[in-house]
């Protein structure tokens, strides 16, 4: 666990002095904790799926039906996203106050929590209103009074790693969570910026080698998100297989009913057939390698 090196990566120091709420206090060390009935860093495997925003009340009520029934634990979707470039149009627009509203039809119709994230601390009562974790997106993963407010509701928090941030740096983000007294913080790994991500399309590498190495230093659980890690449909499948494999504690996938067609990032969704059977196939390798469970 010594790191000789320390600035870079973590340092037994670190675990005492800049995160010892996050850092494990033992080897077999590891939080468990339920959200609306679901239990994290135990026996399930919880799946978050849902498309990238929730661009219509129509929309979001199919995917919940489908996800739902293929065994998605929660259902994700942004009303309010952080899209990189300012403009807009009729298709490409955050949905904002319509789309926490469609969420919660969703989930009330459904009967399926939802995660959904939080980009201003002036939303946060109408997105605490329906979400049953909120989500740090990767770009606010050091924006520190945001994160405490967040903190401060006793909501779940699951915190994206930045796509250039060290898990040094990650860990000092949960910390600002579980020094307000709150406990249930989920990490999600969600690809990281590297030369070669082996498309021109793909802006991220999936980082896989960050679950075990989190797992060494936190008892926090660590869920992978393919999706948006390789920006790319056709190997979600499989680095999704891969997260099971890795001990991931959860897996966020995008599903769209028409994923070419999806408002933000069509290169990315799987659809609902793919997805059904995932769920089934990642079941298989999470009974194999660790008696853990999806399904
Ligand atoms: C998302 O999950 O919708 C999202 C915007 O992800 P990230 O913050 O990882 O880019
Ligand atoms: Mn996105």
């Known amino acids: ?69 293929s065994g998605a634990h929660f259902l994700r979707g942004g009303a309010f996203k952080p899209l990189t470039f300012p403009y807009r149009n009729k298709k490409y627009n955050e949905t904002r106050e319509d789309g926490i509203k469609w969420l919660a039809e969703a989930k009330d119709k459904y009967n399926i929590p939802v995660i959904t994230e939080i980009m201003e601390e002036k939303y946060l009562d109408l997105v605490c209103d329906v979400a049953d974790i909120l989500q740090i997106g990767s770009r606010n993963m050091q924006n520190y009074p945001l994160i405490t407010a967040c903190a401060k509701t006793k909501k779940p928090i699951m915190i994206k790693r930045h796509y250039g941030s060290s898990l040094r740096d990650w860990l000092g983000a949960a910390e600002y969570v579980l020094i307000e007294g709150n ?7 969600r690809g990281v910026s590297v030369p070669h991500t082996h498309r021109s399309t793909s802006r991220f590498l999936l980082d896989l080698q960050v679950v075990p190495a989190a797992q060494e230093v936190t008892h926090l659980p660590i869920i992978v998100d393919p999706s948006h890690a ?8 499989p680095m999704a297989l891969a997260s099971i494999a890795s001990g991931a504690d959860g897996v966020m996938l995008e599903v769209h009913p028409d994923p070419h067609n999806s408002a933000v990032d069509p290169l990315q969704p799987i659809d609902f057939k793919e997805f059904r059977n995932l769920m089934k196939e990642m079941n298989i390798i999470s009974n194999q390698i660790s008696k853990r469970r999806i399904l």
Do not use: Y
């Open 1 to 69: 666990m010594d790191n000789k090196f320390p600035g870079k990566d973590i340092s037994i120091e670190d675990l005492k002095t800049k995160f010892p709420l996050a850092a494990k206090k033992n080897k077999n060390h590891k939080s468990k904790f339920k959200i609306a009935g679901v239990e994290f860093g135990g026996n399930t495997i919880p799946v978050f799926a849902g498309p990238n925003m929730v661009e219509s009340k129509k929309l979001i009520l199919d995917v919940a039906k489908n996800v739902k029934s």
């Open 183 to 189: 406990k249930k913080v989920i990490l999600c790994e």
């Open 230 to 237: 390789t920006f790319w449909r056709q190997w979600v499948r």
